[in-house]
């Protein structure tokens, strides 16, 4: 069967724990003899980006000639899809070119397509709905930092996100409460909750980012202004309250850390202090990208018999 990565919530704990695992291990290897064997020698990844990327372009591109694979970065513009192609049709011309994709596309329905009439794995790069792919790195690092995520606390402050969403679809898999707080006009959608209880999550959802952060092992934010978003100055004036600050983080447990997926705002969603501060694990965790897509291009190519 073919091994699509869409999102989070596709997999059990298992799955998702081997893939970080998996991940974790070749960190170790990489890093003691930095060249590792090539399961993907003759492989190659076609990375498709309809919206600017830095960490996850480079952590794939590399990830997968660390795995021994090469890569073609294409972007929508230079496709015949920016005229009209089909989703389906470039699914099907690339199944018949490269063994994967990875796509970067705002909308989520397009790598659903993508998956659905590609015969080669399908990885979502990031939509305006999820981001598998950053949130597994960010389970990686707290991992690492912190020990298995059973019975951890993690607060998320700020708008709600792509990267808000795929938190939502790890709790009920880990087993970690999560905490949220997000002025109304811009809090998840309540159908990601829903599903998060209805999987035995343990979410919580207000507007206090105070309540939310109080004794938690782990605050986590995110850009005020994603891509897409066309409301910069009202998310400004609106979210100002929600910034992690140093009076904020202090609210946490001594021993949290602070996370973010990058780009960051320092002085927006974010204080200076707590982004260059010895609670921030954010050069870990965007370095875990790297290491977190060797697992997840490994656990797709597994499927297909690489
Ligand atoms: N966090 C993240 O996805 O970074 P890029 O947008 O630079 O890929």
């Known amino acids: 069967m073919v091994r699509h990565f869409l999102d989070i919530s596709d997999f059990s704990r298992a799955t998702l724990q081997s893939i970080i695992d998996d991940s974790i291990r070749r960190k170790a290897t990489a890093k003691a003899a930095r060249v590792v064997p090539g399961p993907l020698a003759g ?3 076609a990375m498709i980006f309809e919206n600017p990327s830095t960490r996850t372009r480079i952590s794939f591109d590399l990830a997968m000639r660390a795995l021994g694979g090469d890569t073609i970065m294409l972007t929508g513009a230079e496709m015949q899809l920016g005229r009209g192609e089909t989703i389906g049709d470039t699914a099907r011309v690339l199944s018949r ?3 994967a994709i990875m796509i970067r596309t705002l909308e989520a329905a397009k790598v659903e397509e993508l998956a659905a009439n590609a015969t080669i794995p399908v990885i979502n790069g990031l939509t305006r709905r999820s981001h598998p792919c950053q949130v597994l790195a960010d389970l990686m690092t707290m991992i690492e930092k912190r020990g298995p995520m059973d019975g951890k606390t993690v607060a998320w402050t700020g708008s709600s996100s792509n990267v808000l969403i795929s938190w939502i679809h790890a709790a009920p898999r880990f087993g970690f409460r999560l905490k949220i707080a997000t002025p109304a006009e811009y809090a998840p959608d309540p159908s990601f909750l ?3 209880r209805r999987e035995g999550g343990e ?4 507007d206090d980012p105070e309540a939310a952060v109080r004794g938690v092992d782990c605050v986590v934010t995110d850009t005020w202004v994603s891509m897409g978003d066309t409301d910069g100055e009202r998310r ?3 979210l100002k309250p929600y910034q992690v600050s140093s009076r904020l983080m202090a609210l946490a447990h001594p021993d949290a850390i602070f996370m973010h ?3 960051a705002h320092r002085g927006d969603e974010v204080e200076g202090a707590v982004m260059d501060g010895p609670q921030s694990v954010v050069w870990d965790e965007a370095e875990n990208r790297l290491h977190v ?7 797709c190519f597994a499927g297909a018999g690489a």
């Open 293 to 299: 897509q060797k697992g997840i291009l490994a656990w």
């Open 194 to 196: 829903d599903w998060a």
């Open 261 to 263: 997926c990058l780009p």
């Open 43 to 45: 492989k190659t990844l």
């Open 236 to 238: 400004h004036n609106v």
């Open 203 to 206: 979410v919580e959802l207000g």
């Open 97 to 99: 070119y490269v063994d």
